[in-house]
């Protein structure tokens, strides 16, 4: 092979070798490039993704729970989404999607919402429909038939399955998001009649009577009553949290546990809108002091003055708990039993669900009949702690 020939290969060999450089180097600048948008677009799914769980958990979106969880820096715990503590600071917040995540980021379980007990439960995601579904249609009859074909079930399977979740049949569920928004129309200060038909009611004298006896007074009365009262009020400290205290002229008319102040004196407004109400921390002291050693397990000298609205089944089960000594618990049938109404035991709870004065009229002294604690309108934390309270000073 001649020299030229020799020089002319060498040449085509260094002219292949940078040609195929130049094209790894492309392939590579067009790997990296496409890296980058996918990061890009990952970045900005994962942002879009961490706004819309922000707003479930600003919402407490029940909805979300087991879908992801949140982790807050400042405490050091993660929750459930529907969580009841209060709202953090969004710089303090991280999202996970599993309980394991979060804990190996060195977070741990809220003990409020137990976010590792948070479980997908589909009978659970249905009844949430059907409450959801009967909000929006209380203007209508709503019957078995018209949500058994709604949701596609049998009306003895929707019936059973809602009973079993929430306690109460559809229709009473109903019932009482009816007599819920009649209230607050009241309290607004509508006349009894848009009051009554906004709320879903007729205006029959019949329904005027029966919402009566649901509210303990007339509507007209009950809408006087909510404007025209005085109220005074103070918060305090206690053993389970922060209380609202506040009194009429005529006795203690609300007793409240909550989270702040601030959660418990906007409820107060919601509850009272145009009623005057006044902090009055003197005035409130002889029986916040009452209900402090209450609280922890005392049995009281006497009655405290209450000044509270009650139908006469209310009344009956109300007065009843006030009877039962510290430290003793009663089954709902055996309260059932004991105001002369046994086949009752639903309604019992029902009123120790809707009981104005925590503490004062004793409803956490109710439980299940095998024993456990049921519900509370304070939370289960609460209850438990106050039985064990009164358990220890009664020695039991």
């Not at 002219?15 to 890009?40: E, K, L, P, Y």
């Not at 009978?123 to 009967?134: F, H, L, N, S, T």
């Not at 009843?320 to 309604?347: D, F, H």
């Amino acid at each position: 092979m001649t020299t030229n020939a020799i020089l002319d290969t060498r040449t085509e060999t260094l002219m292949a070798t940078r040609n195929q450089r130049s094209a790894n180097d492309a392939a590579a600048a067009r790997i990296q490039a496409a890296g980058a948008n996918r990061a890009d677009q990952d970045g900005r799914e994962q942002s879009g993704r961490d706004e819309q769980w922000w707003q479930a958990v600003l919402n407490r979106d029940a909805s979300h729970d087991g879908q992801f969880f949140f982790g807050v820096s400042s405490t050091g715990v993660f929750c459930r989404p529907s969580c009841p503590a209060k709202r953090p600071r969004r710089e303090n917040v991280s999202f996970f999607r599993r309980p394991e995540d979060a804990e190996r980021a060195g977070f741990r379980a809220c003990l409020r919402c137990k976010p590792k007990s948070a479980v997908i439960n589909p009978q659970v995601d249905q009844v949430k429909a059907i409450c959801r579904y009967i909000e929006q249609h209380l203007d209508e009859p709503i019957t078995l038939a018209r949500l058994s074909d709604e949701f596609g079930q049998s009306p003895f399977h929707l019936q059973r399955t809602f009973k079993r979740t929430l306690g109460v049949s559809p229709k009473a569920y109903a019932d009482s998001c009816r007599m819920g928004l009649l209230k607050q129309n009241l309290r607004a200060g509508h006349n009894v009649t848009r009051a009554l038909y906004d709320a879903g009611y007729g205006s029959s004298s019949r329904l005027y009577e029966r919402t009566a006896s649901q509210l303990g007074m007339t509507p007209d009365k009950y809408r006087r009553g909510a404007i025209a009262s005085t109220i005074r009020y103070t918060f305090v400290a206690s053993p389970l949290g922060r209380m609202l205290v506040a009194a009429t002229d005529k006795g203690i008319c609300s007793i409240k546990f909550g989270e702040s102040d601030e959660e418990l004196g906007e409820g107060l407004k919601r509850e009272f809108p145009f009623a005057t109400r006044k902090r009055d921390e003197a005035a409130m002291k002889s029986w916040t002091s009452t209900l402090l050693r209450q609280l922890a397990g005392h049995k009281l000298n006497q009655a405290l003055p209450l000044d509270i609205q009650a139908t006469a089944f209310q009344r009956k089960v109300w007065s009843y708990l006030q009877t039962l000594p510290v430290g003793a618990t009663r089954s709902y049938q055996e309260v059932a039993k004991a105001i002369g109404r046994p086949t009752a035991a639903r309604a019992v709870a029902r009123a120790c669900a809707t009981n104005p004065v925590a503490v004062a009229v004793p409803c956490h002294r109710v439980v299940r009949e095998d024993g456990k604690l049921g519900g509370y309108r304070w939370g289960l934390e609460r209850k438990r702690a106050l039985l064990e309270a009164e358990r220890s000073a009664a020695g039991q």
